[in-house]
């Protein structure tokens, strides 16, 4: 189909177009050969500029025959040897006088196109065309949120990792694979209200509460981005969000307002996070526990009637800037369905 469109244009449009685009993809692919040791590219490379030159060759033969037309041949290529040799002159007669015969006057010799125009219209056309194809992807609007992106990170499989015991006996728990894969969704970042950022990391695990002994399930689940870091957990322990709102009395939290989230009771409340420093470098001992940025965490009750157990969404950012607390309701919408409360 493309051979047969060449065809259909005029020679002095179509060479000067062949002659464009083999020397550019001969110099590109002969570049990439000499660059990456690729033999084939080189080989392909040669065959466009030879291809290139034997177009350059007939051009500047088409320019020539045009400025200078030789003389007529004979069909052997020899001029005529009658023709070279001088012809005895006829003795003019007389001729008796005829009526003079106006003759018609010559059709207006049809004007050639323009050799030059006509290549330099090519190149100028292609040259559009090629512009045109670089400058599309900057001309077209970006996206301005309203789609959301496919989160870059995914979580780790947990196929062969075997669950403590503490998920076996508390039904209806959920694991961390599952809470990180409810958390990891692309419009995540577009709630955090930072739709251009994609997830950088994220993890999930099945771990059980510090200082139960092992007997209450806690999975936890993170997801990183360039400004906000979330983390969400579940705890299926008896303690229930009324309970854990009088215990706030005693704590560093501020800034606390008790509300209801989806049907159940939920407490909104800001605190310290900890920066904890390991020493890789052969010290026995890492440095010291400090306060850490401020974070904005949401704890909402596993069911409506409040029977025990949470559910944390914790975000915060090494700047220490922290989102709407409408973030934070937004998440819960989107974790909370996966999270099952406590059975009767």
Not at 91 to 109: K, N
Not at 192 to 217: D, I, Q
Not at 245 to 259: C, Q, Y
Request: aromatic share 6%; charged share 15%.
């Amino acid at each position: 189909m493309l051979g047969f469109l060449l065809r259909l244009l005029p020679f002095w449009v179509r060479e000067p177009l062949l002659i464009v685009v083999g020397s550019v993809l001969g110099v590109r692919l002969m570049h990439l050969a000499l660059r990456d040791g690729q033999w084939v590219a080189a080989g392909i490379g040669v065959a466009f500029l030879v291809f290139t030159a034997v177009r350059v060759h007939m051009v500047v033969r088409a320019l020539r025959a045009r400025r200078n037309p030789g003389p007529a041949a004979s069909a052997g290529g020899a001029v005529s040897e009658d023709a070279s040799q001088p012809q005895p002159q006829p003795q003019p007669q007389p001729q008796p006088q005829a009526p003079a015969v106006q003759r018609p006057a010559p059709a207006a010799a049809e004007k050639e196109p323009n050799a030059w125009g006509q290549a330099v219209a090519a190149v100028a056309l292609f040259a559009a065309l090629g512009a045109a194809l670089w400058l599309a992807p900057r001309l077209v609007p970006a996206d301005d949120g309203s789609t959301p992106q496919a989160a870059a990170a995914s979580c780790p499989g947990a196929e062969d990792e075997e669950l403590p015991r503490a998920y076996r006996h508390t039904a209806r728990t959920v694991t961390g694979e599952e809470l990180c894969k409810a958390l990891n969704r692309s419009g995540l970042a577009r709630l955090l209200g930072t739709p251009a950022e994609t997830a950088t990391s994220a993890s999930g695990t099945s771990n059980t509460a510090p200082l139960t002994g092992g007997r209450v399930a806690q999975p936890e689940a993170e997801v990183r981005f360039d400004t906000y870091t979330v983390n969400v957990s579940a705890t299926y322990n008896k303690l229930s969000i009324a309970q854990y709102v009088k215990l706030m009395e005693f704590g560093d939290e501020t800034d606390v307002r008790t509300l209801s989230v989806l049907g159940r009771p939920a407490v909104l409340f800001s605190d310290h996070t900890m920066r904890i420093e390991i020493d890789l470098g052969g010290s026995a001992s890492g440095g010291p526990v400090e306060e850490g940025p401020l974070a904005r965490t949401l704890s909402v009750a596993l069911d409506g009637q409040d029977r025990g157990g949470y559910c944390d969404i914790t975000v915060w950012s090494t700047s220490g800037v922290l989102p709407a607390d409408s973030a934070l309701l937004d998440i819960a919408g989107t974790v909370l369905p996966a999270i099952a409360g406590p059975t009767a």
